[in-house]
């Protein structure tokens, strides 16, 4: 009798461990920006792209993993047993920016740090004085990039207002006919930006 039940739970046991999850789970893309992301399941991975308004099911078997791939820093996303919903990050990082240069022109450089109304910029006007940036990421020495501006020509050699040696700026202007060059000192303090000559 004990073996014929231990036989018996044996039995239930194996046919228990031979039976696969199925099902679909649901990537909608409620962002501003084309997503990409990589779905694992029954030991492999597969990645989509998806556009902005876009709705993708995936069928899976066994199990169900989400990861996001990119943009990194400027979505968000809520997920549930079978279902994803991607959103627009809000900015995360305020800066008072002090700039006693001249006005210029911060880049994003696709790094997705810059803001601007809460969706991600390619570039922000820096005016000389003080403003204020939003950011999804923190700004390091390294993430800031600046614009070179438009050139201007001294005799017959041909300047840019921004210039960039190895990890430093340089202003260059026009000084009675002959180039001045100043280095720009870049200061990063908690929510402070400093960039001056």
């Given at each position: 009798m004990k073996k014929i039940a231990v036989l018996l739970v044996l039995v239930l046991v194996l046919a228990g461990c031979g039976k696969k999850e199925s099902g679909i789970f649901t990537v909608q893309n409620d962002s501003s920006y084309p997503v990409t992301f990589s779905i694992g399941q029954d030991y492999k991975t597969e990645k989509y792209?998806?556009?902005s308004g876009k709705t993708k099911d995936v069928a899976w078997k066994q199990y169900v993993l989400?990861?996001?791939?990119?943009?990194s820093g400027i979505i968000t996303w809520q997920e549930s047993s079978?279902?994803?919903v991607i959103t627009n990050n809000t900015p995360a990082y305020k800066y008072q920016v002090r700039n006693s240069v001249t006005p210029i022109t911060m880049l994003d450089s696709n790094q997705n740090i810059l803001s601007e109304n809460d969706e991600k910029a390619d570039s922000l006007p820096i005016p000389e004085g003080e403003s204020e940036i939003e950011c999804f990421k923190p700004m390091t020495q390294q993430s800031i990039i600046l614009d070179k501006?438009?050139?201007f020509t001294i005799?017959?050699?041909?300047?840019?207002?921004?210039?960039k040696?190895?990890?430093?700026?340089y202003f260059n202007e026009n000084d009675g006919g002959k180039?001045?060059?100043s280095k720009i000192?870049?200061?990063?303090?908690?929510?402070?930006?400093?960039?001056?000559?």
């Amino acid at each position: 009798m004990k073996k014929i039940a231990v036989l018996l739970v044996l039995v239930l046991v194996l046919a228990g461990c031979g039976k696969k999850e199925s099902g679909i789970f649901t990537v909608q893309n409620d962002s501003s920006y084309p997503v990409t992301f990589s779905i694992g399941q029954d030991y492999k991975t597969e990645k989509y792209t998806l556009e902005s308004g876009k709705t993708k099911d995936v069928a899976w078997k066994q199990y169900v993993l989400f990861h996001s791939v990119s943009p990194s820093g400027i979505i968000t996303w809520q997920e549930s047993s079978n279902k994803v919903v991607i959103t627009n990050n809000t900015p995360a990082y305020k800066y008072q920016v002090r700039n006693s240069v001249t006005p210029i022109t911060m880049l994003d450089s696709n790094q997705n740090i810059l803001s601007e109304n809460d969706e991600k910029a390619d570039s922000l006007p820096i005016p000389e004085g003080e403003s204020e940036i939003e950011c999804f990421k923190p700004m390091t020495q390294q993430s800031i990039i600046l614009d070179k501006g438009t050139p201007f020509t001294i005799g017959t050699k041909q300047y840019t207002p921004i210039e960039k040696i190895e990890s430093s700026y340089y202003f260059n202007e026009n000084d009675g006919g002959k180039i001045k060059t100043s280095k720009i000192n870049i200061v990063i303090e908690n929510n402070l930006i400093i960039i001056y000559k």
